[in-house]
């Protein structure tokens, strides 16, 4: 390839790697690439947890109820990385995961509140 003012010498174009099922079953769990469906599983498996932690009918309070809330906000930091700058229907379907994501937190945030309030 002759030199060109607008390339440096080594420039090769690379072509997109195709992706096998390997990178598409464990492409899931990089925290690199946005997924929507990585971050409502986390939130709902944090709000299961949540539950079976407070022993719900009974409200026991527990300090571990911490760590599915911090799950929770990160499935709702992971649902909010795929808004779309423009809205479309995939970005009203995002938005309704996002108000989802919420509730779950705020009711985990109950189970860990309500207990001390009484």
Known sequence: MPYTP???????PQRRAERTLVDKVFGFFNWRERSLLRGTMLVL???????RLSHFPQNNGTLWLLAPLVFAFIGTF???RCMQPRWNWYHGGVLLCVYMDLMAVC????????????
């Open 45 to 51: 498996l944090s709000t299961w947890a949540a539950f």
């Open 78 to 80: 992971d649902t909010l």
């Open 6 to 12: 607008n390339r440096p010498l080594q420039y090769r």
């Open 107 to 118: 009711m985990i945030l109950f189970f860990l509140l309500y207990p001390i309030w009484l």
